[in-house]
């Protein structure tokens, strides 16, 4: 073989590499597992595998995290389903989650704002289908919430009377509640 060909070849195989681990490594099929504190459904969905998000599982996902004053479903952002299981893989956990809240619609964010207590934004993040507040079975909050400010992909709350982590795809920023 010429040394021009093996140029060739050689240049190929390092430009196809990174592709190639990917495909052998993969990012393969991703779980998450959600149990809605209010409702008490749980689903389990892979939502992602090596061809993108799978809509037909990420609708389960919107579904278990709808708003359970109203019932209004809405289309989550992607990037959270990501966050969360990026987060229990980093946890060394099964990525089984606590929701306290996912989507909220304006008339309960408003409730929720008038009734006090603090935390809830006017604008919220949860209106629009950014932000979910959390729990990780087998994780404490404390290291939740330090996986998640070590992340820097959003912002993250952290409410230790309430004993949950708020995570969105904002800015990045951080703040503790009660």
Known sequence: MSTRRQFVITGVCLALAPQLVWAAAGEGERELVLTNTHTNETVKAVYKNSAGFIEEECLKLDRV??????????????????????????????????????FRSPASNEMLRKKGGGGVAEKSL?????????????????????LALAAKRGGVGFYPSSDFVHIDTGRVRTWAGR
């Open 65 to 102: 995290l709808r708003d359970h004053r109203s019932g209004e479903q809405f289309t989550m952002d992607r990037a959270l389903y990501d966050q969360l299981a990026d987060l229990a893989r980093d946890a060394d956990c099964h990525a089984h989650f606590e929701i306290i809240s996912g």
């Open 126 to 146: 949860h209106m629009e289908g950014r932000a979910i507040d959390v729990r990780l079975k087998g994780c404490p909050c404390e290291r939740l919430r330090d």
